[in-house]
């Protein structure tokens, strides 16, 4: 061969050595670039699947963190709203908190029950032992009435009284007193009221009020003399010669024909003791010297006697103490006259008779 060609030769496989040198570094550049770019991935992915089980761990931990919240603050409601699907084939339990309020609830209507049981009962037995008491004192015989007893009477005797009374003996004294509790004696016509009390365990008191005596009436058409009390009953038939020191003859009273002791007199007659009454009262204050000793009604004039001397005419109850006073003053200058003054006028007329 010649140098020529082994020169080319020689350059040649050089040529060629370079190029496949070329080539293997080429690959292995690539491979390299390749190991890298699958580190790059490789690294990615790790770096990815770290976030991701960070992001469940702190999921996991703010779910943690919101159940000890609840627990601790059973009150406070979290911002996040969750919404739980319901199991209706799940069994629910009651809670501690309500098993604990209804036994409350048990425990609180039992006593009020118990309450009303008690009440009820008690109600029957004390109605059955009153009708048991009303049974016993209406028909013991320890109840039976055996004495009747009388205070406060002077006109008419014990023994009187009781046999105008409507009371019973050997009956039940609560029967008795029930029924005759308010009884009038209307047959005793000094008597003005009866007190009736019960004295265990077998005895009634009787306490009598009597009417006084202050008017003699005369009845002018039956020429009688009547006593009659301060509201105008008629008590007893009487005389002018029985009058005592505080009794009033009276007359100018009109009486019914069949006259009833113990009735009151009619309501123009007693209008006009009402009348009279007044006079009194202002002439006790007035201080005139004299008695009164007589009074007339007649002729619808109000006529007083003094000292069965002088007749004083009156208007009745108007303009009395003016008039008392005049005819104090009158007296005081004339001394004891016997006659008539008038002082219904507005100028006193003395007259004798």
Do not use: W
């Not at 029967?175 to 019960?198: G, Q």
């Amino acid at each position: 061969m010649s140098l020529y060609r082994k020169f080319t030769k020689k350059v040649g496989e050089n040529m060629g050595n370079s190029a496949s040198k070329n080539r293997t570094s080429k690959k292995q550049v690539k491979s390299i670039s390749k190991n890298q770019n699958s580190k790059k991935v490789n690294s990615q992915k790790v770096i990815k699947r770290n976030d991701n089980k960070n992001s469940k761990r702190n999921i996991e931990n703010s779910r943690n963190k919101q159940k000890t919240m609840t627990i601790k603050n059973p009150k406070k409601v979290p911002d996040t709203k969750v919404v739980k699907k319901k199991d209706y084939n799940i069994k629910k339990f009651p809670n501690k908190n309500s098993i604990e309020n209804k036994n409350q609830e048990k425990v609180k209507k039992r006593p009020i029950n118990q309450k009303k049981r008690i009440l009820l009962i008690s109600i029957f037995v004390l109605i059955g032992m009153m009708i048991c008491a009303i049974y016993f004192t209406f028909h013991l015989t320890t109840f039976d009435l055996k004495k009747i007893t009388v205070t406060g009477n002077s006109k008419y005797t014990s023994s009187e009284i009781i046999s105008n009374s409507p009371f019973k003996l050997n009956e039940n004294i609560f029967s008795e007193y029930l029924r005759y509790k308010d009884v009038e004696l209307t047959n005793l016509p000094y008597v003005a009221d009866l007190k009736v009390d019960i004295v265990f365990p077998d005895e009634i008191s009787l306490k009598v009020i009597e009417r006084t005596s202050k008017y003699i009436a005369y009845d002018k058409e039956k020429n009688k003399f009547f006593r009659l009390d301060q509201d105008g009953y008629i008590l007893e038939e009487t005389s002018q010669n029985e009058k005592k020191e505080k009794e009033m003859l009276i007359y100018g009273i009109t009486f019914n024909n069949k006259i009833v002791l113990g009735e009151q007199i009619n309501a123009i007659d007693l209008s006009k003791l009402k009348i009279y009454e007044k006079i009194s009262e202002k002439y006790e204050k007035s201080g005139i010297n004299g008695n009164i000793t007589k009074v007339n009604f007649e002729n619808s004039l109000t006529i007083i006697t003094l000292n069965d001397k002088l007749n004083v005419i009156l208007p009745n109850d108007t303009n009395l103490e003016y008039k008392l006073d005049l005819l104090k003053s009158i007296l005081k200058k004339n001394g004891e006259l016997q006659g008539v003054i008038d002082m219904t006028k507005n100028d006193p007329v003395f007259s004798i008779f």
